[in-house]
């Protein structure tokens, strides 16, 4: 993916990055506070519209709680999440750690995730060393235009509200999703059609970052990002082939994801999803995050409830 011509202004623009704008993902929403001996508490930035907590958010507050109870040489490779119950955004969510397990090579840590006195997740974090191998390959990275060919969601929705035939009810939405404060960048390669719905096959594709700097750091708060990061729109996958259908309720179920490079989360990214499945009111996603030089950095998979409504005409 590299630019053998040299790299353009506005890319080495993008790159520049003052080292004080840190990101919001940083110093509040993944930030915990600790009460005791494996024992945390998070509070919350971003709210979805849904007015439940985000599940990207719990899991990523989760590793980061199980990073801090190991040790520096070891990474994370690996997290299997369960969703048990909504989560409230009143009230801070408290984080319990386990030490299940310390190996030579590989360490696992058990979460949960706690409001009211009951569980709102449960999760499960495997830790490894990192170790060269003679076994090594991956996929090819899908050919898509660079991020910095390609305009923002933001962008996207403010060349839609330019349009002074679009009609009032798709104004409304689009401005509601601009008010939302995301602290994430996405860039779609093939960006929606905000107001027309039309059928899609179950994949897309957009380059993604944090907002702010991250930094070179420690690679344990990069994964921690892009455990955030990996349920963004994620379960949305699976209702692209259905434009005539309208999500009553959407909650993920599960969530899973595998790291297998190194990356830094405040750099693009792009996230390749896909929807192999769904049946049955529930959604199976796939996805693979890759780094612009074609590396691939982590795999997620997920599943999710997912209960629909037919439009009426008149909606379409």
């Known amino acids: 993916m590299a630019d053998s011509g040299g790299e353009s202004q506005l890319a080495v623009a993008e790159k520049r990055v003052e080292p004080d704008l840190r990101s919001v993902l940083v110093t509040s929403v993944l930030n915990l506070d600790k009460l005791d001996t494996d024992l945390y508490r998070g509070t919350h930035h971003w709210i979805p519209r849904t007015k439940r907590l985000f599940g990207g958010q719990i899991v990523g507050q989760a590793l980061v709680a199980a990073a801090k109870s190991v040790s520096e ?72 235009p660079p991020p910095e060919a390609l305009l923002t969601i933001e962008e996207l929705i403010q060349q839609y509200l330019s349009d002074p035939n679009l009609a009032d009810n798709a104004r409304q939405g689009l401005n509601k999703i601009l008010a939302d404060e995301v602290p994430i960048e996405i860039k779609p390669v093939n960006p929606p059609d905000f107001y ?107 599943e999710g409830v997912i209960r629909v409504k037919a439009l009426s005409q008149s909606k379409l």
């Not at 495997?126 to 990275?141: A, V």
């Not at 379960?235 to 999500?247: K, V």
């Open 196 to 302: 027309r719905r039309v059928a899609m096959e179950p994949k897309k594709l957009f380059w993604v970052r944090a907002r702010g700097h991250i930094g070179n750091g420690d690679m344990k708060l990069h994964c921690c990002v892009a455990a955030y990061v990996s349920d963004y729109y994620f379960l949305g996958t699976a209702l692209l082939p259905y434009p005539n259908q309208r999500a009553q309720f959407s909650a993920s179920l599960d969530h899973a994801m595998w790291f297998h490079s190194t990356f830094r989360a405040d750099e693009w990214m792009l996230y390749e999803c896909e929807s192999p499945w769904a049946g049955g009111s529930r959604g199976f996603v796939q996805g693979r995050l890759w780094r612009q030089d074609g590396v691939l950095a982590a795999s997620c998979a997920q």
């Open 73 to 144: 040489n070891v990474y994370a490779h690996s997290l299997h999440c369960y969703f048990v119950r909504a989560g409230d955004p009143k009230v801070p969510v408290l984080y319990q750690v386990e030490r299940t397990r310390d190996g030579q090579s590989f360490c696992v840590r058990s979460v949960k995730a706690i409001q009211h006195g009951k569980a709102i997740l449960i999760c499960q974090a495997s830790f490894h060393m990192q170790q060269p191998s003679p076994l090594e390959h991956q996929f090819i990275m899908p050919i898509v």
